[in-house]
T-cell receptor, first 112, second 115 residues
Framework: GEDVEQSLFLSVREGDSSVINCTYT??????LYWYKQEPGAGLQLLTY?????DMKQDQRLTVLLNKKDKHLSLRIADTQTGDSAIYFC????????????FGKGTKLSVIP | NAGVTQTPKFQVLKTGQSMTLQCAQD?????MSWYRQDPGMGLRLIHY???????DQGEVPNGYNVSRSTTEDFPLRLLSAAPSQTSVYFC??????????????FGSGTRLTVV
């Protein structure tokens, strides 16, 4: 079945850039997502990218997609302490697919 | 506009007890689902629904029942609680299963402990 892999931990200093990586196996993935989970809260959609795009930028967030290698990354510029959270990569196979497949999440710790 | 509302936020059950986790959304979303989140396991799909009267199993359905009598509500029933069901449960909804562009809207979760 489909699988989504992420590293479990990332630690960066405040003001630096963070890069969170994700690989997936489903070649029919249509949409790929990044979700953020703060302590004690549900998941919040940060951004998504359609599979025919290579890059999407939204303020401090940049998503890069390498469809050939099935690799997705999330770059957070000027990382702040408020960015400390767990970040989940997820993929959907598009119309008719009822499920999102989530990675296990990357815990980002920002050091002041 | 409340989004996805889950109740209760916290619950402690004894082994063998039954209970219902409530989920309600006010966005007229067709698609609703239940996930459980366990340390090191990420999110795993329990059951989902693509509309009122339609439900189906996800990855880990055993020990759970669902029904969808209205568009707004999607309760999750634990039939006979077991310690292995200790987890954080999330309800999520989406405007349509055929339009995944916007992803899911998640509730804030129910933390369940079975002793």
């Amino acid at each position: 079945g489909e699988d989504v892999e992420q590293s479990l931990f990332l630690s960066v200093r405040e003001g630096d850039s963070s890069v969170i990586n994700c690989t997936y196996t489903d070649s029919s993935s249509t949409y790929l997502y990044w979700y953020k989970q703060e302590p004690g809260a549900g998941l919040q959609l940060l951004t998504y990218i359609f599979s025919n795009m290579d890059m999407k930028q939204d303020q401090r967030l940049t998503v890069l997609l390498n469809k050939k290698d099935k690799h997705l990354s999330l770059r957070i510029a000027d990382t702040q302490t408020g960015d400390s959270a767990i970040y989940f990569c997820a993929e959907s196979s598009g119309a008719g697919s009822y499920q999102l497949t989530f990675g296990k999440g990357t815990k980002l710790s920002v050091i002041p | 506009n409340a989004g996805v509302t889950q109740t209760p936020k916290f619950q402690v059950l004894k082994t063998g007890q039954s209970m219902t986790l409530q989920c309600a959304q006010d966005m007229n979303h067709e698609y609703m689902s239940w996930y459980r989140q366990d340390p090191g396991m990420g999110l795993r799909l329990i059951h989902y629904s693509v509309g009122a009267g339609i439900t189906d199993q996800g990855e880990v359905p055993n020990g759970y029942n669902v029904s969808r009598s209205t568009t707004e509500d999607f309760p999750l029933r634990l039939l006979s609680a077991a310690p292995s069901q200790t987890s954080v449960y999330f309800c999520a909804s989406s405007v349509s299963a055929d339009l995944p562009r916007y992803g899911y809207t998640f509730g804030s979760g129910t933390r369940l402990t079975v002793v």
